[in-house]
């Protein structure tokens, strides 16, 4: 009861850095579907491909064996063993590519849901996965539920593939009694694929879904409360990238806020490429002196002069104003008291060029 109550009040979204720790503890939304969909992918490709190859060596072996039938003396150790390494040996080579092929398929699975992901915390024993009640829980739970729909479906797909091939393959299968041994692998071979293409089409649809399923249900178990969120942030406060990240975040506010005043200005101090400088001084509007309402270097002067030009601010090259203003004047701050004079001088000869 107090289970379901503490689960009823977390009703917020994880955050990132929640996220990231389950992460770090292994703890991802996976879904197994996607891996029995490249499971499934795999054998398709082994039934098409590589079993081919794979049904020669073992014919070769099987012809070998029969041309030396009265060759190899039972009682000659020797020779019983140099036969069993080569039957030993050939099914070896049929099938590491075959289990290859597999093996990668299925590692291909998890790492296109999740990226790489090295952690030992999965494996770590842990007392509560094998607690009776908890085991109950699950037992009883909608994954478990959706688990033994995706199960059926899968059960009544297949089966109804394997009823329809052999149905509609009767006749070959009868035809096949007196035939020769490659006609019956070619016909098995094609028949396996039928039922697995039929199995692929279904998992992909199911392997969609499940993606879907998982990831709701893993960001709806770990929800967190008002609290929680709370004691998060108290902590992260001194989290020297969380501090970063936040210097970031004010300075890019502060950046779009300072463009955003550049229409406002009346003109723009340039040297002439690499500072750029918006002032702005209008008297009516209780200016006491002409107040800097954006500042930059570099790519952020050139989208100043960008702004300026957009809205037809005048812009006046002086490269030791400009310089002054960048390195004295904070943005939205009134221009100290020796700038007077030479920025007046300015403000009046853009004044005069208007007028013109």
Same mark, same amino acid.
């Given at each position: 009861m107090a289970d379901d109550e503490d689960q009823g009040s977390k009703t917020e979204e994880p955050t990132e850095q929640k996220l990231r720790k389950l992460r770090e503890d292994g703890n991802v939304p996976t879904s197994r579907e996607v891996n029995n969909l490249f499971a499934i992918l795999g054998m398709v490709i082994l039934a098409g491909l590589a079993a081919p190859w794979g049904f020669g060596k073992i014919l070769e072996l099987a012809a070998a064996v029969i041309q030396n039938a009265g060759v190899t003396q039972l009682e000659d150790g020797a020779s019983v063993g140099a036969a069993l390494v080569q039957v030993f040996m050939t099914f070896l080579i049929a099938l590491v590519p075959l289990l290859g092929i597999l093996m990668v398929l299925?590692?291909?699975?998890?790492?296109?849901?999740?990226?790489?992901?090295?952690?030992?915390?999965?494996?770590?024993?842990?007392?509560?996965?094998?607690?009776?009640?908890a085991g109950f829980k699950r037992l009883f739970s909608l994954k478990s539920l959706a688990e033994f729909v995706k199960g059926i479906i899968k059960m009544l797909v297949v089966g109804a593939a394997i009823v329809m091939v052999v149905y509609g393959q009767k006749d070959s299968m009868l035809a096949l009694i007196n035939g020769e041994i490659s006609d019956l692998l070619y016909l098995t071979q094609k028949m396996l694929l039928w039922v697995l293409g039929a199995a692929l089409a279904v998992m992909?649809?199911?392997?969609?879904?499940?993606?879907?399923?998982?990831?709701?249900?893993?960001?709806?178990?770990?929800?967190?409360?008002?609290?929680?969120?709370?004691?998060?942030?108290?902590?992260? $406060? =001194? @989290?020297?990238?969380?501090?970063?990240?936040?210097?970031?975040?004010?300075?890019?506010?502060? *950046?779009? +806020?300072?463009? !955003?005043?550049?229409?406002?200005?009346?003109?723009?101090?340039?040297?002439?490429?690499?500072y750029a400088c918006a002032l702005r001084y209008k008297p009516a $509007? =209780? @200016?006491?002196?002409?107040?800097?309402?954006?500042?930059?270097?570099?790519?952020?002067?050139? *989208?100043? +002069?960008?702004? !300026?030009?957009?809205?037809?601010?005048?812009?006046?090259?002086d490269r030791i104003l400009a310089r002054q203003l960048w390195q004295d004047v904070e943005i939205d701050d009134a221009i100290p008291v020796q700038l007077y004079e030479v920025v007046a001088k300015v403000i009046a000869l853009v004044a005069k060029l208007k007028k013109a």
């Open positions: 299925g590692y291909l699975g998890g790492f296109l849901q999740n990226g790489a992901i090295y952690s030992t915390k999965p494996i770590t024993p842990n007392l509560e996965k094998i607690s009776p009640l992909i649809v199911l392997a969609i879904v499940d993606v879907l399923f998982q990831r709701f249900q893993f960001l709806k178990q770990h929800r967190m409360s008002r609290y929680e969120m709370k004691e998060e942030m108290r902590d992260s $406060e =001194g @989290d020297p990238h969380m501090k970063a990240r936040r210097r970031q975040i004010q300075r890019e506010r502060s *950046r779009k +806020r300072m463009m !955003a005043n550049v229409p406002k200005a009346d003109v723009v101090i340039t040297n002439p490429t690499h $509007e =209780g @200016d006491a002196a002409p107040i800097l309402l954006a500042k930059g270097v570099d790519a952020v002067a050139l *989208r100043i +002069r960008e702004i !300026a030009k957009e809205n037809d601010i005048p812009l006046f090259e």
